[in-house]
């Protein structure tokens, strides 16, 4: 069997792609596979480096605002679009998929369509509670709909075929106990906080968890408290903290740039505060835990709102809207968690409620349907 994979952009739009291809390994080990993604982006180095072949082609999206540099972006994703038929449709022919998946990203719509129209068995899956552009468009084209939250359902045609698979998480996010991963850490068994920005870091999140820590240090709270600073935070943070007397790493508090083991870290958290990444939330209702969230406002179509929304809407998290992010609304939440156990336990029973358990075994079985194509 011959396997086509297109999307690309983002992670969010490359691990799920990585780990459709891994479903599909599991049952069937002499599968071909073929990547299709764009020549610069993360997942001409991401794909590779997993083992896959990998072809590119160029494409992009259009800039809305107004600007001379984005009216010549606009101008080069024109002359993208108008080779990107041919492009896809000489890559489908050289490689002759049985079935095609995307995954989202704009370099997933060209060959999708293309898939679809040579009569290549094709499936999408959206991993937002809002979807993308290109997977809205293809909802149409495509045999098969994989969403991660129903939610989503509410933004495509009303006679689109769909299945709510979730979305496939590492099993190392379940693999240990709070004991064991509070062991690991040097940490007692007192109420947890991990928090993080992601690589790049998050300044919102920065901001306040430098004053979030010097809330509890300095009020001696049996509080053990993980933080992320990422890129962004390398040159504040560290500064920050020093000039509140706090070091980096004491019995209670582990500040560093990243989270190399979050794994563990998130197994030993009670709560979680950072953003609301289709991954991320998935990784969270997997282990079971309650969650601050502080959605990103400069992602299309403020997806991460409504990923957002739904932990909130079950009762598993709180929403802070960024522009309403300060200190003292932060170190407010926490306290009532703190505070009130009984809560903090309820929102982490509404996350696992969510989660998705058979996720793998829902995507594999879209899988079988297209294979009987």
């Given at each position: 069997?011959?396997?086509?994979?297109?999307?690309?952009g983002?992670?969010g739009?490359?691990?799920p792609?990585?780990?459709?291809?891994?479903?599909?390994?599991?049952?069937h080990p002499?599968?071909?596979?073929?990547?299709v993604?764009?020549?610069?982006?993360?997942?001409?180095r991401?794909?590779?480096q997993?083992?896959?072949?990998?072809?590119?082609m160029?494409?992009?999206?259009?800039?809305r605002?107004?600007?001379?540099?984005?009216i010549?972006?606009?101008?080069?994703?024109v002359?993208?679009?108008?080779t990107a038929?041919s492009k896809?449709?000489?890559?489908?022919?050289?490689f002759k998929?049985?079935?095609a998946?995307g995954?989202g990203?704009?370099?997933s719509?060209p060959v999708?369509?293309?898939?679809?129209?040579?009569?290549?068995?094709?499936a999408?899956?959206?991993?937002n509670?809002?979807?993308g552009?290109?997977?809205?468009?293809l909802a149409?084209?495509v045999?098969?709909v994989?969403?991660t939250?129903k939610?989503?359902l509410e933004?495509?045609?009303?006679n689109?075929n769909y299945k709510?698979?979730?979305?496939?998480?590492r099993?190392?996010?379940?693999?240990?106990s709070?004991?064991?991963?509070?062991?690991?850490?040097?940490?007692?068994n007192?109420?947890?906080?991990?928090?993080?920005?992601?690589?790049?870091g998050?300044?919102c999140i920065?901001?306040?968890?430098?004053d979030?820590?010097g809330?509890h240090?300095?009020n001696?709270l049996?509080?053990?408290?993980?933080h992320?600073?990422?890129?962004m935070?390398?040159?504040?943070?560290?500064?920050?903290?020093?000039?509140?007397?706090?070091?980096?790493?004491s019995k209670r508090?582990?500040?560093?740039?990243?989270?190399?083991?979050?794994?563990?870290?998130?197994a030993a958290a009670?709560?979680?505060?950072?953003r609301?990444?289709?991954?991320t939330?998935?990784?969270?209702?997997?282990?079971?835990?309650?969650?601050?969230l502080i959605p990103?406002?400069?992602v299309t179509?403020?997806?991460?709102?409504?990923?957002?929304?739904?932990?909130s809407?079950a009762?598993a998290?709180i929403?802070?809207?960024q522009?309403n992010?300060?200190?003292e609304?932060?170190?407010?939440?926490i306290k009532?968690?703190?505070e009130?156990?009984e809560k903090?336990?309820?929102?982490?029973?509404?996350?696992?409620?969510?989660a998705?358990?058979d996720t793998?075994e829902?995507?594999y079985?879209?899988?079988?349907?297209?294979?009987?194509r």
């Open positions: 069997m011959k396997v086509l994979l297109a999307g690309g983002t992670a739009h490359i691990n792609a990585l780990a459709i291809a891994s479903i599909i390994k599991e049952h002499d599968t071909e596979f073929l990547f993604g764009t020549p610069n982006g993360m997942e001409a991401l794909i590779p997993a083992g896959y072949n990998y072809a590119s160029e494409v992009a999206g259009f800039q605002s107004f600007s001379f540099e984005n010549k972006r606009n101008f080069q994703a002359k993208y679009l108008a038929s896809a449709k000489k890559i489908i022919n050289d998929p049985d079935i998946i995954t990203g704009y370099v719509g999708i369509k293309q898939c679809a129209k040579m009569g290549v068995a094709t999408i899956h959206e991993q509670a809002f979807p552009v290109t997977n809205k468009l149409k084209e045999d098969k994989m969403l939250v939610e989503a933004y495509f045609d009303k689109v709510v698979t979730g979305l496939p998480v099993k190392e996010i379940t693999a240990k709070r004991l064991e991963a509070r062991a690991e850490l040097g940490f007692d007192e109420l947890c906080i991990l928090s993080f920005g992601g690589s790049l998050a300044g920065n901001e306040t968890m430098v979030v820590i809330w240090s300095s001696n049996k509080i053990n408290h993980i992320g600073y990422g890129k935070g390398k040159e504040t943070v560290p500064d920050a903290l020093e000039d509140k007397n706090i070091p980096l790493k508090l582990r500040v560093t740039e990243y989270i190399n083991d979050m794994d563990t870290c998130l009670d709560i979680v505060i950072c609301s990444g289709a991954s939330l998935a990784e969270l209702e997997a282990a079971g835990r309650a969650s601050i990103s406002p400069i179509g403020n997806h991460q709102y409504h990923n957002a929304m739904v932990l809407n009762g998290a929403v802070i809207e522009k992010v300060t200190s609304v932060m170190i407010d939440k009532e968690l703190y009130n156990r903090l336990a309820q929102m982490s029973e509404n996350a696992a409620k969510l998705v358990k793998d829902r995507i079985s879209v899988i079988r349907e297209l294979m009987k």
